[in-house]
Nanobody, 126 residues
Framework: QVQLVESGGGMVQAGGSLTLSCAASGSILNINTMGWYRQTPDTQRELVAVVLSGGTTTYSDSVKGRFTISRDNAKKTVYLQMNSLKPEDTAVYYC????????????????????WGQGTQVTVSS
């Protein structure tokens, strides 16, 4: 079983910063793309940023230049450094992994797809 545990959300004033972390746990052999998405009660879940296993990053236009995604493969953790936060960044932020190779109970390996964390609330006040 693979789990993603997020931390680092909270409340901050506009212009402030927060760093989100998401750690993957389980008998993980390899992880492909790790990313962050966000959702509000009025919007569908949207991509914030993703980082491929080799380090290539992609950002939504709304966060480019303000947010930085990074990963530590040894720790199986992805980070989202959020600077110059705006009230419109207020949302529940979800960590996602698109593909994981895990060791199964027979000491073989199996693929697990599209895993989500439980979400962490980020609130930016004006």
């Amino acid at each position: 079983q693979v789990q993603l545990v997020e931390s680092g959300g909270g409340m901050v004033q506009a212009g402030g910063s927060l760093t989100l972390s998401c750690a993957a746990s389980g008998s993980i052999l390899n992880i492909n793309t790790m990313g962050w998405y966000r959702q509000t009660p009025d919007t569908q879940r949207e991509l914030v940023a993703v980082v491929l296993s080799g380090g290539t990053t992609t950002y939504s236009d709304s966060v480019k230049g303000r947010f930085t995604i990074s990963r530590d493969n040894a720790k199986k953790t992805v980070y989202l450094q959020m600077n110059s936060l705006k009230p419109e960044d207020t949302a529940v932020y979800y960590c996602n992994v698109d593909w994981v190779l895990v060791r199964d109970q027979n000491m073989g390996a199996k693929e697990v797809f599209d895993i989500w964390g439980q979400g962490t609330q980020v609130t930016v006040s004006s």
